[in-house]
Every structure is written in structure tokens, then in C-alpha cells.
């Protein structure tokens, strides 16, 4: 079968069906799912690179994720033989949108003046009011946020946010329009519900362009983990045109440099003995990216920590997880501090066997008397 034609039959998985069968989600495969969906959106508007990334995330959330595992495995065999697929046709897109629904109209069908005891005009005045308001807040802040960074703004990133102000500005005179209509008419709310739609999506997709714009801001102040916060609720939009474009460079740098920036402050405040809060800088990095380069180093000091918080039972399984999935790590660290882990759950027995292994398979150790302590120990009690 053709890729697109797979492609094309990908489902996104529905958790109020899942639900509806009495399959208990925990909130981890909840969110597992989450992220497996969003890649799915993600693969249908042609973005490999980042489905990959959230594929990758949904696997590391729940390791038996078995569509996420046959969807990877699919999109790594695109990767290697053809290039990737080029972005839809914007109208074509858009004929696939689900239409918006506005719950102006209850099932009575009282409409919602009805239900304020409010003129419908007064309602109408009142909410252009509260929509002006907020494009006024969006053209102040994008304009503060040009007079701060003055000379240091990079041309481009200019060029950008005047484009994005041209169009906040379009959108204020959209909505001025607007308000040149109603004057004089008498119409009910229900009669302008279309036109009010269209501009409060169009409000919503210029605040998640400003998003965008101030994580690529962050990420070159070198502000990496300000710029990944944002861009982990920007997941489920999926930009067009230029804006992917900015999207994919902007998440790709800012989630591989937030993970070592995290990684670092963890291993710091760990030195420190603050190990509370160097377990939150450390099970960071994971949820930053999950393909880290240097994961191992990570769940190592990770087991460390949850040992130190005299929490051996996740330290032991931490400890399992590294030595099940990077192979290449010294096997008698593992093997040591997870018979440190067993004694201070009481669990001897497979304490001694952790011990032992050492001694027996690595006899050139520099743990070897680090083992031997702990036997002696072991066996004095």
C-alpha cells in the first residue's frame, strides 16, 4: 500500500469511545494519546519532523503504545526513501475543517439576550466592546515588545512582527466594519453570530501567532525553556505557510537545549543536596525530549535522586528502564546502585544478587569494593 494511501486511513483515537467501553485511562496514557493524536494532525498537514518528535513523546508516556510504535516505524520508512510531503493547498484544508459551532442558541431555543435579560443590542455593543479591547491589548504589547529589544531585533524577525501587526490592525478595521452595520438595525444576536465567529477565530489564531513569534523571541535570548513552555501549548496548532516553517525550527532547537539546560540545573541542585528540586529539573528533560542525547546520564541521576528521597522502589525501576534501553551504559553502576536501592527496600536477597553479578562478571570494577562492603554488610545482619 502507498504511503498516502496509509496515511490517509489514520485515525485519531477517540478516548470518549474508549471511555463509553469501561477502559480505564490513567492520566499518563491519557496524555499519551493526546500527543499520539496531535501527531496524527500532524501527518495530515504533511509535518513529519514534528509528528515524529510527538510520536516519540506518546511512546516515552506509555512504552506499550503500540499504534504509536507501527505509526513511527511507518513514518522513519517515508523518511528513508522518498522526501517529505509537500503542505496541502490552503482551500483544501480548509473544505476538511470541521464548521464551527457557537452555542449562541440552547436546546429551547431561548437565545442568549433571553437568557441575560439583556437587550440584543446591548449584548451585540457589549461584546465588539470586549473584542476592541483585546485587539488594543495585542497591538500594545506587540508594540512594547519591538521598543525593548530596539537594535538587538534580528531584521527578519522584524519584518515578522510588522506583518503580524498589519494584521491585528486589518482585523480592528474588520471589526469596525462591523460595527457600521449594526448601527441603526435591530436585529437579535442570533443574526450576527456567523460574523462574530469569524472574528473571535480570527483573534484566536493572531494570539497563538504572537505565541509563536515570542517563543522564537525567547529562543534567541537564549531563553530556552520560557520559549519551550510556550510552544508545548502551541502542540495541537497546526500552522501554515511561513508560520510552520518558524514553528519547526523554533521547537526542534528550543526542546533539545531546554532538556540540557534542565539536565544541568538538576545535577547542580543534586550536588547541592536540594534533591526534591533537582528531581523536577531532571524528570524535566524527558518531557522536553524524549530522544535526548545524553537520556542515559539522566536516568542514572535520576534513580540517584529518588534514592536520596528515600524513594528506592522508583529508584529500582528507573534503574531497570536504563538498563533495558541503553545497553551501551556501564553495567556495574546499574547493577550497584540497584542493590542499594533492594537493601533500602529490605529486599537482601536480590540485593546480594545485584552485589554478586559485580563480582563475578566484573572483576576489573573499580565497584568491586564498593560490592564487597555491601555483602559484608548483608550478611551481618
Known amino acids: 500500500m502507498q504511503y498516502d494511501e496509509i496515511v490517509k486511513d489514520i485515525k485519531k483515537i477517540d478516548t470518549k469511545k474508549l471511555q463509553a467501553n469501561n477502559t480505564t485511562l490513567s492520566g499518563t496514557m491519557r496524555r499519551s494519546i493526546e500527543m499520539y493524536n496531535s501527531a496524527v494532525s500532524n501527518i495530515h498537514y504533511g509535518n513529519i519532523d514534528i509528528a515524529i518528535i510527538k510520536l516519540k513523546k506518546a511512546q516515552s508516556l506509555h512504552p506499550g503504545f503500540k499504534e504509536a510504535t507501527m505509526l513511527l516505524e511507518i513514518l522513519y520508512g517515508k523518511k528513508k526513501h522518498v522526501e517529505h510531503d509537500k503542505i496541502k493547498e490552503t482551500n483544501e484544508k480548509i473544505a476538511k475543517r470541521e464548521p464551527v459551532l457557537h452555542p449562541i442558541i440552547n436546546g429551547k431555543g431561548k437565545t442568549l439576550p433571553d437568557r441575560l435579560h439583556i437587550k440584543p443590542r446591548t449584548l451585540m455593543k457589549l461584546i465588539i466592546t470586549i473584542i476592541m479591547i483585546v485587539v488594543i491589548i495585542v497591538m500594545i504589547f506587540i508594540t512594547s515588545?519591538?521598543?525593548?529589544?530596539?537594535?538587538?531585533?534580528?531584521?527578519?524577525?522584524?519584518?515578522?512582527?510588522n506583518q503580524l501587526t498589519i494584521t491585528v490592525n486589518q482585523l480592528s478595521n474588520q471589526i469596525d466594519d462591523l460595527t457600521t452595520q449594526l448601527e441603526g438595525k435591530n436585529e437579535i444576536i442570533n443574526e450576527n453570530t456567523t460574523q462574530l465567529v469569524v472574528l473571535e477565530s480570527q483573534l484566536e489564531t493572531i494570539n497563538q501567532l504572537l505565541d509563536l513569534y515570542m517563543a522564537k523571541s525567547y529562543y534567541s535570548d537564549g531563553k530556552y525553556t520560557q520559549a519551550a513552555e510556550i510552544l508545548m501549548n502551541l502542540e495541537e496548532v497546526v500552522f501554515e505557510d511561513e508560520h510552520l516553517g518558524?514553528?519547526?525550527?523554533?521547537?526542534?532547537?528550543?526542546?533539545?537545549?531546554?532538556?540540557?539546560?534542565?539536565?544541568?540545573?538538576?545535577?547542580?541542585?543534586?550536588?547541592?543536596?536540594?534533591?526534591?528540586?533537582?528531581?523536577?529539573?531532571?524528570?524535566?528533560?524527558?518531557?522536553?525530549?524524549?530522544?535526548?542525547?545524553?537520556?542515559?546520564?539522566v536516568l542514572i541521576q535520576i534513580g540517584k535522586t529518588y534514592y536520596e528521597l528515600d524513594r528506592p522502589s522508583e529508584a529500582v525501576d528507573t534503574y531497570k528502564e536504563l538498563d533495558l534501553n541503553y545497553p551501551e551504559y556501564p553495567k556495574d553502576s546499574i547493577l550497584y546502585n540497584t542493590g542499594k536501592a533492594y537493601m533500602k527496600l529490605n529486599n537482601y536477597e536480590q540485593a546480594l544478587i545485584m552485589f554478586n553479578l559485580i563480582l563475578k562478571d566484573y572483576p576489573d570494577s573499580s565497584l568491586i569494593g564498593y560490592a564487597k562492603d555491601k555483602i559484608k554488610v548483608i550478611e551481618n545482619k
Open 145 to 161: 515588545k519591538l521598543v525593548n529589544r530596539g537594535d538587538e531585533t534580528i531584521n527578519p524577525d522584524i519584518a515578522t512582527v
Open 246 to 297: 518558524v514553528y519547526n525550527q523554533v521547537y526542534l532547537g528550543a526542546m533539545t537545549e531546554s532538556a540540557k539546560s534542565v539536565y544541568m540545573i538538576g545535577v547542580n541542585l543534586f550536588q547541592q543536596q536540594d534533591y526534591q528540586r533537582a528531581l523536577e529539573n531532571l524528570l524535566q528533560v524527558k518531557i522536553y525530549d524524549s530522544n535526548f542525547s545524553e537520556m542515559d546520564s
